[in-house]
């Protein structure tokens, strides 16, 4: 008995082990690939520069990609008579849902196609991103089914002229090379990561998250916190990384609160918090909280910054000494006071992200949500998803996960 432990063990380093040096190899091309950063655009009627944007690039056709809803808005109907009023025809692809199908992106391909398009203006939060991006991949990549586009450097081929306009302030998918897609068939969601699918423009204007409902600022603000924080307390950061998602996590201490409150000049930094939390996490990967909230989402419907809101201080307190210099650093550039130890500012971070959900009113846990049956499935996809690839500060086994989801779901 003790000798088969020992050798499970021995398995187990040796996997983690060829894991880390895996993610030390992608590290090192990272420095290959070009990052390009998107030409940003923020402020207050931003949007109204857009149009000539589309014209200086002698492009006459676009799509834009947005949902039922923010197509009705005023900011939205100003945008298309602007663009009509420089003679660039407008498609309107408004059928957008959360969490975008293999199938969903079929159909705004296929509208793409039919208008015969030139560009895409992604108009929405997250999932509008990512479906214009996954029309993109299929615009770049025809004859290849998407599923065989999943993962990294699959595209490797220019997409069609993208812009982005977020209007939510957290997926920050404006400034990554990333589209997560579900795939309805397997219950799965993963992603398609290319430089390609990195955005040229991204415009942050105000007026497009101002109506923004208080829960989908708490939500997808703290997406935007995870994101930082993954990114930050990962092994694979560099320089800019790291000053973009310290920046992005100060921010969001700083006004979500007040954004979730009704501050306008709040929730726009809350958009420069998000767009930099992108930046830093598109080439600093986030990590397991990501990888479960991907996996329960995609079973559950859950809104993807919820699920994160919900999981992230759990994994944080899960990974115990593993981050405490990291975590302290964040404590340092916070600004907080106090001459304690390393474990104990990871610990006050900890304590300021559940005072926030608090102020926010989001949930403590699932409540008993994720359902016995469902937990193999999830647990192996989470566990696929972040590994090989997160370099996060503890690789977790299938073991880890199911006991993060005891802890999230009580
Ligand atoms: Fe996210």
């Avoid at 989402?297 to 999981?311: E, M, R, T």
């Amino acid at each position: 008995m003790c000798y088969i432990i020992k050798i499970r063990k021995k398995g187990d380093f040796m996997k983690k082990l060829i894991y880390r040096i895996y993610q030390k190899i992608m590290y090192g091309l990272s420095y290959l690939i070009p990052f390009k950063e998107p030409m940003l655009i923020q402020g207050d009627n931003t949007l109204q520069k857009l149009p000539a944007i589309i014209k200086e690039r002698a492009l006459k056709n676009v799509m834009i990609v947005t949902d039922d809803f923010l197509k009705k808005t005023p900011v939205f109907k100003k945008l298309v008579k602007d663009l009509q009023a420089l003679h660039i025809d407008t498609y309107i692809y408004s059928g957008t849902e959360p969490n975008p199908s293999i199938e969903l992106i079929l159909e705004a391909y296929h509208y793409y196609k039919e208008s015969t398009c030139e560009a895409l203006i992604a108009y929405g939060g997250g999932s509008a991103m990512d479906l214009a991006k996954g029309v993109g991949a299929k615009v770049a990549r025809p004859n290849k089914d998407i599923r065989k586009l999943r993962g990294t450097l699959k595209i490797r081929k220019k997409i069609p002229f993208l812009i982005c306009v977020p209007s939510t302030v957290g997926t920050g998918s404006e400034a990554t090379l990333a589209a997560v897609i579900s795939d309805i068939k397997t219950r799965e969601k993963y992603a398609l990561m290319d430089p390609a699918l990195m955005p040229d423009v991204a415009v942050l204007d105000t007026d497009v998250v101002a109506s923004l409902p208080k829960k989908l600022i708490a939500e997808t603000g703290m997406d935007a916190l995870t994101h930082a924080i993954e990114a930050y307390i990962g092994h694979s950061n560099t320089k800019k990384t790291k000053e973009k998602a310290l920046s992005a996590i100060q921010i969001v201490f700083n006004d979500l609160l007040l954004a979730y409150q009704g501050d306008r000049d709040a929730l726009s930094r809350m958009q420069l918090a998000a767009y930099q939390a992108g930046v830093a996490f598109t080439r600093a990967y986030v990590g397991n909280v990501h990888a479960l909230s991907h996996q329960l989402s995609a079973v559950y419907h859950l809104p993807h910054g919820y699920a994160n809101a919900v999981i992230l201080p759990y994994v944080l307190t899960y990974y115990d000494h593993h981050i405490d210099k990291s975590m302290a650093e964040i404590y340092d550039y916070l600004g907080y006071q106090g001459k304690i130890s390393g474990p104990e500012k990871s610990n006050q971070v900890i304590e300021s992200i559940l005072q926030l959900k608090k102020d926010l009113n989001i949930d403590d846990s699932f409540g008993g949500l994720i359902k016995k049956e469902d937990e193999p499935k999830i647990i192996i996809q989470a566990f696929k998803e972040a590994n090989p690839l997160y370099p996060v500060p503890q690789i977790f086994e299938k073991n880890d996960f199911k006991a993060i989801i005891r802890l999230v779901n009580h």
